[in-house]
């Protein structure tokens, strides 16, 4: 080996040596940081500091820092790195002649002679470098690590992070990191946290869990977080922007915090670290769709009428007709006016589809082509837009000519959208005591069209006491002019709008359109009541109005009929004015009216604003006509003794079962009270005693027979209720069994008869329809012998079930054969060529006249809704849990 190649070998060496000699000094030094570290991250690994308490793993975690750290500096005080000569003698150790440290040798006689000696003793130290081997240092690791712990705990911890395998890193990250806030004791904090979407939406709270990885809520929706803590702690909210909220305080001495979710947040509780989060992603709330179904077109009574349909996902709140001029004004190039369309039901509803009726008579652009539009808004406000259809708005006629003038200086305000000009100031006027006249002369500064309007009133009045006869009418024309004089805005101007149009009304049509105009209003404040669920005591003060309000109608239509055409007692000879008498003015109109207080105190709020709607339209279709003699046509079935026997004898036969059914069905109904009275420990007949209901009366008391005539009978004529025993009014002296067992009787004695009755001749074999049902009769029969049984055994609760059974099927019988009563009556005046019409301008037969769609529930019905109503009430007042009084409280909103 030449000396080049020998020292290029020896320099390898010597660098290979030092790293073994430095790998050695540094297991010395490092040795207990070493297996310190290699422990941790075996228990780490494991999973032992995920099984230990967080207040032991926050307190052990400052330990381990400060042993890990003491071991690390212990480590670097102890390391000496080796030396050169260390290097050299270890690789010397190998060989007698000493080859590494030998080389640095320099002989003693640097003459010729002992020279090649010389290079013969390198030549054999290069020799032996060439033969030694790096050193082996098993010794001195046997001595430090006798167990060979720098092998086992690096296989231990590769083995098991290969167990734990993802969840290695969040092992030692938690082991690292664990929850500190509990040595201040914030492990124990509980979050309580719920969702309360928008109460448009119909959604239920949603109750907000530990984990749960992603929430979805409508937008606007509101969480609630509640907790208990030593101090407040912080939500922290991050969507588009960073929002941090301190909790508040409670009375309670908790801590709550509110916030609303507008877009895709995630939510954080921190108190010494994260104590909660949840992610909130918002569902899309869709605009809603609405459409004519049918165009617009000028209906009865000057409304204008047309079919509709809407949709939303979370339900429609409100719906509105939107209207524009289509050539408007100049100055107003976009002015819109919006009407409220009624909705079916109460607002909400996913799907709607109504016809409507607006009365737009009043609106500013009567009489004017215009385009409308209808509008739908869902709770977030949102709002969609049908198609836009042309349409000229229905005007009301006014033959009046000093109606004409007040109804034109009044839309000649209302048309103008052009404001006052700036009035002038007297600067001086507080200084030098002068008089500001300018600011008298405000009718100059008025737009054209309400100078305009205030010419034509000036007009029209001038010495009108002279000519005008009506002097309300003139004070009001006055009082009108003087308001337009004196208005320094165009909304002090608009403030003759009512005035004037009263005016109109009265000197066109008298008092009868302020007693309608005071019905309309109450109609529509009740019926808003009953469809937004007003509070009880609202609902009774605007039925109190409402009953005030019809009384006033009925009562001034009647005296307008009679000071128009009823002027001596000689028309009643030839015939009877009819409006109604009877039938609206006495009482049965009055019946209806109690109905409709029971509907609205038992929260059958759909039967009560169908039955308000149909009281509203028999007063406003209200018509006095002249009859046809006492013979004529009165209601349906109210014929004078005379005619009745004039009747064809399956019509008569069939009028004089529904009149026994009537009977029995009023005294079935009476039972069904008397037994719920016995069952709650009350006195029998103390309940359903409705004005005008008494056995004595013979009236009906059943809403089904309106139309069929339940008079008073006409001696025995047609067999009546006595000849099956006496009238089943007689028979409430015995127990509730006997007088159930009574009605029974009767049922079987009306089945014998009705058998027969729908087999009389040829004709009424013939008639369709004709006669009684005797399966349902057979039904009835059954449930009220089972109720006679539950009687018998003391078992109220079962007897009313099977009254109530009977009771619906007997009203179901009444209705069915009402219908088949004016059936046949509507083919005889036909065939005769007399009017199918009643005295109230309506048909004998068809929808809304036989009581269909109506069903007013029994006093027992009604008496057990209240009980409920009550006790929903007080489990809502007792209730502690807020998700049970969240449930009760959208219960009581429905009823």
């Known amino acids: 080996m030449d000396q080049g190649e020998g020292l290029n070998t020896l320099g390898k060496k010597l660098a290979a040596t030092r790293r073994r000699l430095t790998l050695l000094a540094m297991g010395r030094a490092g040795w207990p940081a070493f297996v310190f570290g290699a422990v941790f991250l075996a228990i780490a690994l494991a999973g032992g500091f995920d099984r230990l308490s967080s207040f032991l793993a926050a307190a052990i975690l400052p330990v381990l820092i400060l042993t890990g750290l003491g071991l690390l500096w212990m480590s670097w005080r102890r390391y000496q790195p080796p030396t050169e000569a260390d290097v050299i003698r270890a690789l010397d150790r190998q060989s007698e002649l000493r080859p590494v440290s030998s080389l640095t040798d320099r002989p003693a006689d640097a003459s010729a002679a002992p020279a090649s000696l010389w290079r013969a003793h390198r030549a054999r130290l290069m020799a032996e470098i060439g033969n030694l081997r790096l050193p082996c240092l098993g010794a001195e690791w046997a001595a430090l690590d006798p167990y060979r712990l720098r092998y086992v705990l690096p296989v231990g911890v590769i083995a098991l992070a290969l167990i734990a395998g993802p969840a290695a890193p969040g092992r030692i990250l938690r082991a690292l990191s664990p929850d500190l806030g509990a040595l201040a004791g914030a492990d124990k904090m509980v979050v309580e946290a719920w969702v309360t979407p928008p109460e448009y939406t119909g959604r239920a709270p949603i109750f907000l869990q530990a984990g749960m990885k992603e929430v979805r809520v409508p937008a606007g929706s509101e969480v609630t977080l509640r907790t208990q803590a030593p101090s407040a702690p912080k939500l922290i909210l991050r969507g588009d922007k960073r929002k941090t909220l301190r909790f508040a305080k409670t009375p309670e001495g908790a801590f709550e915090a509110r916030a609303r979710i507008e877009d895709d947040t995630r939510l954080s509780v921190n108190w010494w670290g994260e104590r909660a989060r949840w992610t909130f992603s918002v569902l899309p709330d869709e605009v809603p769709l609405i459409a004519f179904d049918s165009s617009p077109v000028p209906g009865e009574r000057d409304q204008v009428e047309f079919k509709w349909k809407a949709g939303d996902d979370y339900g429609v709140t409100a719906v509105e007709l939107a209207i524009r001029l289509r050539t408007p004004h100049p100055a107003a190039p976009e002015a819109e006016d919006r009407v409220p369309v009624p909705m079916p039901g109460a607002p909400g509803a996913k799907e709607l589809s109504a016809t409507a009726q607006l009365d737009l008579t009043r609106h500013r652009w009567a009489g004017l082509p215009v385009d409308v539009r209808l509008v739908a808004r869902d709770g977030a406000g949102q709002e969609g837009f049908s198609e836009s259809l042309p349409f000229i708005l229905p005007e009301k006629l006014f033959l009046d000519p000093l109606a004409q003038a007040a109804q034109e200086a009044r839309v000649t305000v209302l048309r103008e959208p052009r404001p006052y000009a700036e009035l002038p100031k007297n600067e001086s006027a507080l200084t030098d005591g002068a008089i500001n006249a300018a600011a008298t002369g405000r009718l100059d500064a008025a737009p054209e069209g309400v100078r305009q309007a205030a010419l034509m009133l000036d007009s029209v009045t001038y010495r009108g006491e002279m000519f005008i006869n009506d002097l309300g009418a003139f004070m009001g024309l006055r009082m009108a002019l003087s308001t337009l004089q004196s ?253 159930q067992a009574e009605l029974g009787r009767l049922v079987e004695e009306l089945a014998r008869r009705g058998g027969n009755s729908g087999q009389t001749g040829e004709e009424g074999a013939g008639q369709p329809g004709a006669g009684i049902d005797e399966e349902t009769l057979e039904a009835i029969l059954d449930a009220q012998r089972r109720a006679e049984r539950a009687l018998e055994g003391g078992n109220e609760g079962r007897a009313i079930l099977d009254q109530e059974r009977a009771t619906q099927m007997l009203s179901e019988l009444s209705r069915d054969m009402a219908n088949q009563i004016d059936q046949m009556r509507a083919n005889r005046m036909g065939e005769q060529g007399q009017s199918s019409n009643d005295p109230l301008g309506r048909p004998l037969t068809g929808a809304g006249n036989d009581g269909q769609g109506v069903e007013i529930p029994s006093e027992s019905e009604r008496q057990r809704a209240k009980d409920i109503l009550d006790e929903l009430r007080r489990r809502y007042e007792q209730a502690e849990d807020e998700e049970e009084r969240e449930y009760l409280r959208r219960l009581l909103e429905r009823f």
Request: net charge negative; proline share 3%.
């Open 487 to 739: 208005a320094g805005t165009k909304a002090e101007a608009d403030a003759v709008e009512p005035l004037l149009w009263a005016i109109a009304l009265k000197l066109e049509h008298g008092s009868v359109a302020d007693a309608r105009a005071r019905l309309e209003a109450a109609r529509a404040a009740l019926e808003r009541a009953l469809r937004e669920g007003a509070s009880e005591e609202e609902i009774r003060r605007l039925m109190e109005a409402f009953r005030d309000a019809a009384n006033e109608y009925l009562a001034a239509k009647m005296a307008e009929a009679m000071a128009g055409g009823l002027d001596g007692p000689e028309q009643q000879q030839d015939g009877q004015a009819q409006a109604g008498g009877d039938s609206l003015g006495g009482q049965d109109f009055e019946d209806m009216l109690n109905a409709l207080q029971d509907l609205t105190e038992t929260g059958a709020a759909e039967q009560a604003r169908q039955l308000l709607s149909d009281i509203t339209n028999l007063l406003e279709n209200l018509e006095f006509q002249r009859g046809q003699g006492q013979g004529g046509d009165g209601m349906p079935g109210e014929q004078a003794d005379g005619q009745e026997n004039d009747l064809p004898p399956e019509e008569q036969e069939l009028t004089d079962a529904m009149r026994r059914l009537s009977e029995i069905l009023r005294e079935q109904r009476q039972l069904n009270d008397d037994t719920l009275a016995q069952q709650r420990g009350e006195q029998p007949g103390q309940m359903g005693e409705q004005p005008g209901e008494g056995s004595e009366q013979g009236q009906g008391g059943d809403m089904e027979g309106q139309g069929t005539g339940e008079g008073q009978e006409q001696g025995e004529q047609g067999g009546g209720a006595r000849e099956g025993g006496g009238e089943p009014g007689n028979g409430r002296g015995g127990t509730l069994a006997e007088r």
